[in-house]
């Protein structure tokens, strides 16, 4: 009796066991079971640590996923930060979003906090993708931080603009350097070095050649002094203010600054201190002794405040360079350089005699001029950052073809014959180069038709409220496609699945839904949380009731034959 008991008890398990283990496998209530891929929170194991003015970020991420360089932002509320410190990280390419930098295994982030107040908070934001394709959300997370109290007096701001990882600006003490020698042969500037020179030395007796390259080098030094405080000083402010520095209204407003420093240089209007200040500084400048090694290094300390039209604009650029690099050390020492190169044309001529000077011309302000279209390079740089780098492209290709269509309007002057090969090889240069503009304005045949045939006619839906309206008013199945200009996956569902012929006569009995998740808001954030969504691609299935089907969703890309297949499951 017993043995017949213990029989129908193991019957029943074999027949209860397979539902109960099928209702767990399909439910439609906990998809992300259904998921090959690992949450946000394992992928990327995120932690922090603050020791005094330091705070220590570190992720661990899991093999087969990495982190995007470009998406890891800092946010910080009552507090104010330093220079933040990014390693490079990886090369890594694909067909949509070209060259990105991305780190795997794992990365630590070293972030100096200049200031903090009670209450104090950063706001850390990262990003990442599997291999394969599937990118996670914006994952945001928010940290308390200990007080830090600054040097100076603290001014925080409660919403203080987000403070990216510093990229690498397209500057350095070598550029420096030669700005400073370019600005040497201006107009405004080379006239002035035999006047200088003869203030210099003073009307005394014949002096020895190691006495005069001492005096030059002196007046050097001294105008050297001024700038590299200027660059101290300035550095020092721009740390204070570096998040501000990052905003994208002042980078529009440095943009347009630097726009303006570089129409000056193009001769359009003239920028420079004002004459009464200018006239007062060469008084007292005046007043030293010419021919001694303490009122030289006055005069050359005098001299380094007395800004001409034509260095007021190089000079500008590098200081706004400077505060928005917020390193006191770099900003000291590229001012520094930029006055040695200004002084070398000078010293050759204190030591040698005006011989040694080209003779005045035309040439000088082509210079000048060329130093506007260095200038522009800048606010192009800055604009990078917010209009992406497709217009970045573009802008860049304009400043070329710019600056090549000027130097062969130069070559038209010339009466010499090898500069009509010059003038032939800057015009395939600009052609070359003309290729952004190009497809912006005259998109090819096959660029239109590839753009019209990827394009399904999908139903945009913005938010949880419009999906459901959607879903009640129509009588047939639905598929929600969820995107993101961020996945990568999603850009490979449109050029490679969505593009198929068969695959668009397997959907036309689905009304097609879109939500376009790119800008991570809160009526995104709810509409992923309601479907559970950990990352994109992912597309759900609704029946013709407007309920999931079960165990249809896709993660992950699928070929247009895989994705025909699971349609066809679908169907039966």
Excluded at 29 to 58: G, H, K, W, Y
Excluded at 278 to 296: D, E, I, K, M
Excluded at 498 to 510: E, G, I, N, P
């Amino acid at each position: 009796m017993a043995n017949r008991i213990l029989t129908l008890i193991l019957l029943l398990s074999t027949l209860i066991c397979p539902q109960l283990a099928g209702a767990s496998l399909f439910a439609p209530s906990s998809p992300v079971q259904n998921s090959r891929f690992l949450t946000v929170d394992r992928v990327f194991a995120f932690d922090f640590q603050q020791q005094q003015e330091t705070l220590t970020l570190r992720w661990q991420i899991q093999p087969g996923y990495y982190l995007y360089r470009d998406k890891i932002s800092l946010t910080p509320s009552q507090a104010l930060l330093g220079d933040i410190s990014v390693p490079a990280g990886l090369p890594h390419k694909d067909d949509f979003f070209g060259e990105v930098a991305i780190f795997r295994d794992s990365l630590t982030v070293t972030v100096p906090i200049t200031q903090s107040t009670a209450g104090a908070t950063v706001r850390v934001t990262y990003q990442g993708c599997a291999d394969s394709g599937f990118c996670y959300p914006p994952e945001t997370r928010e940290i308390p931080l200990s007080t830090v109290t600054a040097g100076l007096q603290p001014t925080p701001s409660n919403t203080a603009p987000t403070v990216t990882a510093p990229a690498q600006l397209p500057f350095s003490p070598l550029w420096a350097l030669l700005i400073g020698i370019g600005v040497a042969f201006t107009p405004c500037v080379l006239p002035m070095y035999p006047l200088i020179s003869g203030l210099i030395l003073g009307r005394k007796q014949q002096l020895s050649a190691r006495r005069t390259l001492l005096l030059a080098f002196t007046y050097v030094q001294g105008m050297a002094l001024t700038y590299t405080l200027l660059g101290i000083i300035i550095a020092a402010a721009g740390l204070r203010f570096q998040a501000a520095l990052q905003h994208p209204a002042v980078l529009i407003g440095l943009s347009l600054l630097f726009i303006a420093l570089a129409l000056s240089m193009f001769g359009l209007y003239n920028l420079q201190m004002p004459s009464a200040i200018q006239t007062r500084l060469a008084q007292w400048s005046n007043r030293q002794q010419s021919g001694s090694l303490g009122g030289v290094f006055c005069m050359g300390a005098l001299a380094g405040l007395i800004c001409s039209p034509c260095t007021t604009a190089p000079l500008s650029a590098i200081l706004l360079y400077i505060a928005q690099s917020g390193n006191s050390v770099a900003g000291g020492g590229i001012l520094y350089l930029y006055a040695l190169g200004m002084g070398l044309p000078l010293i050759a001529v204190t030591l040698f005699g005006n011989r040694f000077l080209p003779r005045s011309g035309p040439w000088m302000q082509h210079i000048k001029t060329a130093f506007g279209f260095v200038i522009l390079v800048l606010p192009i740089f800055l604009l990078e950052r917010i209009v992406g780098d497709t217009w970045g492209a573009r802008l860049w290709s304009l400043l070329v073809i710019s600056f090549l269509a000027w130097l062969i309007m130069l070559g038209l002057r010339s009466q010499w014959r090898g500069m009509r090969l010059i003038q032939l090889l800057l015009l395939i240069g600009a052609v070359t180069t003309a290729r952004p503009l190009q497809e912006w304005l005259m998109p090819s045949s096959s660029q239109a038709n590839t753009a019209h045939t990827t394009s399904l006619p999908f139903t945009p839906v913005h938010n949880l409220e419009q999906v459901n309206q959607s879903l009640a008013s129509s009588q047939r199945p639905a598929m929600l496609d969820l995107y993101a200009d961020w996945c990568v996956a999603c850009k490979e569902f449109e050029k490679y699945t969505f593009s198929d012929t068969d695959v668009k006569q397997d959907l036309a009995r689905f009304q097609l839904l879109q939500a376009d998740v790119t800008a991570n808001n809160a009526q995104q954030n709810a509409l992923l949380k309601k479907f559970q969504v950990m990352g994109l691609p992912t597309i759900l299935f609704f029946d013709s009731n407007g309920r999931e089907i079960p165990d249809s969703r896709i993660t992950g890309f699928m070929n247009a034959e895989a994705f025909r297949a699971h349609l066809q499951k679908l169907g039966q």
